[in-house]
């Protein structure tokens, strides 16, 4: 079974990407990352991280990463719940406040919180 990691978070590709089949997406908003793992999930694949995964809300950081892997040839609707929920609190939270324009050292903060959020599920789920 492959896994797969979407993500818009530049370590989390340095880090795995000889590893694992990483989607990068590259300048990409946190929002476009949950709408790629929403789309793998009507093509068959299966969450196997949860899109809220960490303290910091959706509106203040601009980093995430999913893991998926492929499933059965159907939807798995557990995994299009979770998704779409993420999506819907996501969408509440920047509507009601946009996600603050970073400096740099903020955002390296950021993105090795969510490289730390991936390490910490891959070195103890041993995927």
Excluded: C
């Amino acid at each position: 079974m492959s896994k797969i990691i979407i993500t818009n978070n530049a370590l989390v590709y340095e880090k795995y990407h000889n590893k694992y089949e990483v989607i990068f997406l590259e300048n990409a908003q946190l929002l476009e990352v949950l709408y790629e793992a929403r789309d793998k999930i009507h093509q068959g694949f299966v969450l196997l991280t949860h899109p809220m995964s960490g303290s910091i809300k959706p509106n203040q950081t601009p980093f995430k990463s999913i893991i998926i892997t492929p499933g059965e040839e159907r939807t798995d609707y557990e995994s299009l719940t979770l998704i779409e929920n993420s999506i819907a609190v996501t969408l509440k939270l920047l509507n009601y406040k946009k996600t603050p324009n970073w400096n740099e050292k903020a955002l390296d903060d950021f993105r090795t919180i969510d490289l730390s959020l991936i390490e910490n599920v891959i070195e103890t789920s041993m995927l």
